[in-house]
């Protein structure tokens, strides 16, 4: 190392060769920290490198063992006081002691994290630096009070829980063998444990589920989320503007653009705006003009002749208030809340609305019930149950993930065995059947075999003690199993419209036409993945051909081949996302299918 100017020689008289020591003997401060270089460049697999780095480190150890603070002998009737940190690669503790009212240092630890625990979040990490500073530190302080500072009330929140299982319980275990007071210090004043800055652990952050197969982008909408947060107030005065009834007392503009508020693609919505949109319901001709001039509920003659909506309204006239030129709809519920207004929705707004209180991350793909009751705190339009309804219906991420309520299973239908199901053991032949209360050897030979056992147990002589001649033989077996199949035949009968009764009660036929789309189930587990939540039919795809009641081929594209699937595994498809090469493949079968009927119309010869 002289040679290579790793070091340089000494003048000091009290010199001595150099002595390289790899274990650490507390005596320095953040010794993991400082030598990290130095044991990076002697890796195993590494080539020895000397760089600025390893000078640094080198200096530095040098220095921290010639600087103060000076270690002193610890005191054993006093209490200790130890200080814990952690960063990012390396844990640290300082154990002192208070002599002449100033605190002195007994010994410095730190450690470098492995590959494991550099995973740990903040909370974990402080954890287990308290954990390795008491077992380093065990022949100081065990059985002596210790003062515990740090700058993390991760400790007390460890000692609060309840039922710790796994490495929170062993470590709870090993705490309790220490008498030690926690105290909390301000990270600015925990500077002798080298407190450092940390990064947030992976582990415990909220697994965001970006799926590409989703409608809308979870990043746009978080920065927009943005955007609306550092616009609170102008919010807050937008949605009293959509979602609470306006007065002619207000003092907002008439024009009041609702501006990031809504996430997703819902547009900005003025007042003026749904005047002119409920005008389109034709609303306005009969109701608002009603409301407006002071006049009284509307004759059914002059509402006959309008739309299904219009009649709706006109049915609720007593509950309908005029708000800013805005009809608004008064609902009270069935458990006596205050009653609330609803704004009368255009249709020409609903799928908007219907997007962000459902598909949007923050409505979470809800039921119907959900969302429909989501919708009911400030909107309504008529049979809106019924837009709920399909739109959930319609949506292709709920369909893949939820499961499904009705059966997706086909009727039962017959299949004649073969070989080798013949080939029975002989167990199987002497027992009785469920199914024909006889057993396979009185319907073969129209008796019973002889089993081991009672080959081995004398029994009884019966049809070999009778003097029988051949033919009477042969007549007596005959009837013999004409009784059994025809026994075997009516039970047979009776039990399968049972078992077929029983298996179709939830059971439903489908029948798929050709070209339609479809879901195929598809559950395949990845590994690595969690399956509960990932989508269990995949599609669409188009129906090639009904090959029977219950098989059908299936395209999945244009370009694969055609597969064949069972009914079970199929569902009618409903979604907004029809594959855009359906039209063209049906095209194609439509065409395919003429050029056959045109075959089969040609004269022969």
């Not at 993390?152 to 299982?165: E, F, H, I, R, Y």
């Not at 837009?387 to 949506?395: D, E, N, P, T």
């Not at 147990?457 to 009778?466: K, Y």
């Amino acid at each position: 190392m002289l040679d290579r100017g790793v070091i340089e020689p000494s003048n000091s008289p009290w010199s001595f060769r150099t002595v390289l020591i790899a274990k650490k003997d507390g005596s320095t401060r953040g010794f993991a920290d400082l030598s990290r270089p130095l044991h990076k460049a002697c890796d195993k697999g590494t080539k020895f490198i000397w760089t600025e780095n390893c000078q640094l480190a080198f200096n530095s150890l040098k220095e921290a063992l010639t600087t103060p603070p000076i270690l002193v002998y610890p005191v054993t009737d006093k209490p200790f006081i130890l200080d814990t940190d952690a960063s990012n690669y390396a844990v640290g503790a300082v154990l002192s002691q208070e002599h002449d009212g100033r605190e002195h240092v007994i010994a410095y630890m730190s450690k470098a994290l492995n590959k494991h625990e550099i995973s740990y979040c903040t909370t974990r990490k402080e954890l287990l630096a308290v954990i390795i500073a008491l077992k380093n530190f065990h022949p100081y302080v065990y059985g002596r009070p210790v003062l515990l500072r740090t700058d993390n009330a991760a400790v007390s929140w460890l000692q609060s829980l309840k039922d710790p299982t796994g490495q929170v319980a062993r470590w709870l275990q090993t705490l309790g063998t220490y008498n030690f007071k926690v105290t909390h210090r301000a990270g600015r004043k925990h500077t002798n444990a080298d407190a450092m800055s940390r990064n947030p652990c992976k582990s415990c952050k909220h697994q965001q589920d970006l799926n590409q197969a989703e409608n809308y982008n979870a990043k746009e909408e978080s920065e927009h989320l943005v955007e609306c947060h550092s616009n609170l107030e102008k919010q807050e005065e937008a949605v009293e503007h959509l979602a609470t009834p306006l007065t002619e007392a207000d003092e907002t503009p008439d024009i009041t653009e609702i501006t990031g508020l809504i996430p997703g693609n819902i547009r900005a919505v003025t007042r003026s705006e749904l005047k002119e949109q409920q005008n389109e319901m034709k609303v306005n001709e009969a109701l608002l003009g009603a409301f407006e001039s002071g006049s009284q509920k509307p004759p059914w003659e002059s509402i006959s002749s309008g739309t299904s909506a219009l009649k709706t309204l006109w049915g609720q006239w007593d509950r309908l208030e005029m708000h800013g030129g805005v009809l608004y709809r008064r609902f009270e519920t069935n458990i006596g809340q205050t009653a609330r207004k609803q704004m009368i929705v255009p249709k020409s707004r609903t799928q908007e609305l219907l997007h962000y209180f459902h598909d949007v991350p923050s409505a979470a793909h809800l039921g119907v019930d959900k969302t429909l009751e989501k919708l009911k705190n400030g909107f309504y339009w008529p049979n809106m149950k019924e837009y709920v309804q399909a739109y959930c219906r319609s949506c292709d991420s709920c369909f893949a993930r939820k499961p499904k309520k009705e059966s997706t299973k086909a009727p039962l239908g017959t299949y004649v065995s073969g070989e080798p199901m013949e080939r029975v053991m002989m167990a199987y032949r002497s027992s009785v059947h469920a199914s024909t209360s006889k057993t396979p050897n009185s319907m073969l030979f129209g008796r019973e075999v002889t089993l081991p056992l009672q080959a081995v147990i004398p029994q009884p002589d019966t049809e070999i003690q009778e003097n029988r001649s051949p033919d009477d033989y042969v007549a007596h077996l005959q009837n013999k199993l004409k009784e059994n199949h025809a026994f075997a035949r009516k039970a047979l009968k009776k039990v399968s419209i049972y078992q077929k009764k029983r298996y179709d009660l939830n059971a439903k036929k489908r029948i798929f036409k050709r070209g339609e789309a479809v879901w195929i189930y598809d559950p395949i587990r990845k590994k690595g993945v969690c399956s509960k939540l990932t989508p269990k039919w995949k599609g669409p795809f188009i129906i090639e051909k009904r090959i029977d009641d219950v098989t059908y081929r299936v395209k999945r594209s244009l370009r694969q081949p055609s597969t064949v699937y069972h009914v079970d595994r199929l569902a009618l498809y409903q979604g907004r996302n029809v594959p855009s090469w359906a039209s063209r493949f049906r095209r194609m079968m439509d065409l395919e299918e003429a050029n056959n009927d045109q075959q089969l119309d040609k004269p022969v010869g």
